[in-house]
């Protein structure tokens, strides 16, 4: 697998690393692709609402480290408007590309970073908490990367169906009988679909 300099370099001197004394918020996500994890700690001016410190603390491989490092340094002095607005293609371009079965690596960073603006904005009366639907369950598909290509598969028009209904969440995805990833998004829609405690069962049809 090949790694644009940038992202040895981010992986060998890993920027914003550590856990910050009295964050005002902190964040882990797991990536159920691979079981590695982020955590993302923040201090958040209350007033201007601008991301003054952040720090990262990853358990995972060198494309976690290096998307949590450039993340942070993306983050770093932004609006935490502007912070959410960052996507995990623009991380991926800013390391000058990942490989794309190492996508989800960003998709992780990006989405802890997310998680902790989220539940900032939640704990100061800034946003409400979204409520459960399938529009919910469209939005985490968005974050299952098929590795061939390394986009999402919402993007890729390989959902065909989503449905919920008390408790159980049925997705129809479209994969060819032959591609060697068919399995893997299966369990990683699976995986990515457990984490909500609204879903009981999870039926995928490939
Ligand atoms: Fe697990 Fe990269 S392989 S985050």
Redesign the pocket.
Known sequence: MKYSQKVLDHFMNPHNIGKLENPDISATEG?P????QVSIDLKINPKTLVIEDIGFQSY??A??IATASIITDMAKGKTLEDAKQVTWKEAAEELDGLPPA?M??SV?AVDTLRKAIKEYEISHGLAKAEAFSKLTIVKELKQVIYPKVGEDIVSLKMVKYVGFKEGVATVDVDVPSFDQYRENIAEEIREHLKQFPEITKVIVTL
């Open positions: 990536s692709a691979c079981g590695d995972g491989c494309s976690n190492k989800h690596c992780l």
